[in-house]
């Protein structure tokens, strides 16, 4: 079977199974990210949280003005 998920479902799968690597994944992102075979370029930051049952986070895209959507693009 042809593998088709993406290097960070991998990730994420791997910390459902993986304790040690969820543990690492927290401490230092950027390191254990590139262990997994996920680059990650020079000078950006890696923050990972985790969702409990108080709290979730919501992770938005950046967002470039150039990228706006019309009115007509964003009513269906």
């Known amino acids: 079977m042809t593998e ?4 960070w479902s991998r990730v994420i799968s791997r910390t459902l199974k993986d304790r040690k690597f969820k543990a690492r ?6 390191a254990t990210l ?5 680059a ?6 890696v ?3 985790e969702n409990s049952e108080r709290e979730v ?6 967002f470039l003005a ?3 959507l019309s009115e007509a693009e964003l009513v269906p």
């Open 34 to 38: 590139k262990e997994a075979g996920v």
């Open 25 to 30: 994944l927290l401490a230092d992102p950027a």
């Open 66 to 68: 150039d990228d706006a």
């Open 47 to 49: 923050k990972v949280h």
């Open 4 to 7: 088709t998920r993406t290097p």
């Open 57 to 62: 986070h919501l992770v938005l895209p950046l």
């Open 40 to 45: 990650v370029p020079d000078g950006v930051a």
